[in-house]
């Protein structure tokens, strides 16, 4: 299992792509909006390289979407209009990236040893 110190470590060596920053942005939209069917330690691990990241610039999804998801994360999931807000926002980045670029990126975390290998988990109820 790769622990968020490691994935931390390989985002802060890693040059990502302008559409590779926006994946990273828009699986963090679906980890807040709870709708990533990753399992909790590769969404632990994905907020990691997301904090590393968030800073440099995508090709798609800007400081707005940035800055929702810091007011998302600060208010926990108690604030309706803000969970609204967010899952707006993640259809919208979804429909901008399109289904085959985010299974390759994510493939590609999984051949960087970011992700663990294999399908899925399901969902904690």
Known sequence: MTTPTF???????TTLEPLQLDCVTTL???????KCKMNADDKTVM????????????RLLGADVHALIERARAAAGRDEALIMEVYEQ??????MISRPVMKGFKAWLRGEGILADGQAQPEEA
């Open 7 to 13: 994935a931390a470590a390989w985002a802060a060596r």
């Open 47 to 58: 907020a990691a390289v997301y904090d590393v990241v968030r800073e440099r610039p995508g």
């Open 90 to 95: 993640r259809l919208n980045a979804e429909t």
């Open 28 to 34: 963090m939209l679906k980890i807040i909006d709870g």
